[in-house]
């Protein structure tokens, strides 16, 4: 859809130029004369950018701008006055103008604003829109995305989350294994009891044990209490056992009789006690190499993987990054009280493009940097890190011999946002800067499909 400019001055000739010359641009233009007809159109249409003069009979420049604020909040407003003074260009400023420039004006520099303003209302209303389809992806589960595998996990695990079975979660370091574990428990009918969660690969044999199975008092040295085990006390809930191949052999055989027993036997002690509890656990290692290796006992691995859900890296679900760069923005955003919105072009353009080794960790905490990093309400290419920042720019392969065209390196570059992001055309337009539409008609043009007239 083309950008809409509504321009106001009571200066004819001004108005007839800035009118031809914008019209010529490609822009929708509507044109007045009079501050109220204005206020009025600002009534009944949409715009995407106000060109208005300061000095009017009756309804000025700045009754324009304070009634463009009111009624479209998100349009620009640019102040083309012959009346220029710093203190005039301070309130206009100080009232929310975008930009302030003064006649007599050099054509390429409205030209330069207006496609800068443009540039502006564009990002908000597809960062806008982004921030509602985060909201609508999912709600209220901790777990974002638009990845057609992901959502068939979270289908399998809503579908398996009331049986009670063992659930082996796998995937890189950084795919979101927990919030799988926390998926599966709050849609389990355990939901009302404890939800505990251990690191297996954070503790010597000595202190998992302990930490897993409690102790008796007086079983050793400083044991001046009896300590229930997170076994025990995650009775009648969930108990996540992240990295459990980090196990040693001898935990590995205590773990299967607690899962064979429904029963855990503290240290020191010579009563077992009853626990009722379901065990999931994850790894981010190869469990049937594990296996095959002998490093992880093949009966535990089978009473553990009744199900398995296997989470794919970030790499190969591109087209989740614009969603939850945004679900981050807006977390980062309020924790740390900072009016930062949104996420530049090129800043999205970058994060797809990047493997992301570290995965949705890694991207969270680029977007928390960059929240911090922020000094106006987007976050842009300097607020990254420098490693990422180098990574900013364009391969220009020739052609034949020959440096590509335009439309040759436009096309090409669609090609590799769309194979970036599995051909998610939403993903892939808010890439590249524009909407569905025109990516529709640049992909029609690109198949021959486009008008011959």
């Not at 600002?42 to 106000?50: A, G, P, T």
């Not at 949104?342 to 890694?362: C, H, Q, T």
């Amino acid at each position: 859809m083309e950008a809409s400019l509504l321009i106001v001055d009571d200066e004819e000739i001004a108005l007839r130029n800035l009118q031809h010359v914008m019209g010529k641009e490609g822009y929708r233009v509507t044109a007045t004369q009079s501050g109220a007809t204005a206020v009025s159109l600002l009534e009944s249409q949409r715009f995407d950018v106000v060109l208005t003069d300061l000095r009017m009979e009756g309804v000025d420049g700045m009754d324009v701008l304070k009634k463009s604020r009111e009624l479209q909040p998100e349009a620009e407003v640019i102040f083309i006055t012959g009346y220029a003074t710093a203190e005039s260009a301070v309130q206009a400023l100080k009232h929310g103008a975008f930009y302030y420039i003064a006649k007599p004006f050099r054509l390429d520099e409205v030209r330069k604003v207006v496609a800068e303003a443009l540039e502006k209302v564009r990002l908000r209303r597809e960062n806008d829109e982004l921030r509602r389809e985060v909201a609508g992806y999912r709600e209220g589960e901790g777990i974002v995305t638009q990845d057609v595998e992901v959502q068939r996990l979270l289908d399998m695990a809503r579908q398996i989350a009331p049986t009670d079975c063992s659930v082996l979660i796998t995937g890189e370091s950084g795919t979101g294994k927990e919030l799988f574990a926390k998926y599966l428990h709050k849609h389990s009918t355990r939901a009302a009891g404890p939800y505990v969660a251990i690191n297996c690969g954070a503790f010597s044999e000595q202190l998992l044990a302990n930490e897993l199975f409690g102790h008796e008092k007086g079983a050793f040295t400083g044991a001046a209490t009896l300590k229930k085990g997170l076994i025990e006390v995650s009775s009648g809930g969930t108990l996540f056992l992240d990295e459990v191949t980090e196990m040693t052999p001898s935990m590995q055989v205590k773990l299967l009789r607690v899962l064979q027993e429904k029963e855990v036997l503290r240290v020191g002690g010579t009563r077992p006690v009853k626990c009722d509890v379901r065990v999931l656990a994850a790894t981010n290692r190869d469990v049937n190499e594990a296996v095959k290796n002998g490093s992880f006992r093949e009966d535990l691995y089978f009473r553990l993987n009744v199900v398995n859900l296997h989470i794919p890296p970030l790499s190969q679900r591109k087209g989740d990054i614009p969603l939850l760069a945004q679900h981050f923005l807006l977390k980062y955003a309020g924790r740390m009280k900072k009016p930062v919105t949104r996420i530049s072009s090129e800043v999205m353009a970058l994060l797809v493009d990047y493997p992301f080794p570290g995965n949705v960790r890694e991207l969270e905490n680029l977007i928390e940097r960059g929240t911090a990093m922020a000094q106006g309400d987007t976050i842009e290419a300097t607020h990254l890190p420098e490693t990422l920042q180098k990574r900013v720019g364009f391969d220009f392969r020739k052609v034949g011999g020959r440096l590509p065209t335009l439309d040759e390196q436009e096309q090409t570059y669609i090609s590799r946002v769309l194979d970036e992001v599995q051909g998610n055309q939403t993903a892939a337009a808010q890439i590249l800067g524009i909407n569905r539409a025109s990516l529709w008609r640049k992909l029609k043009a690109r198949r021959g499909e486009g008008s011959s007239q």
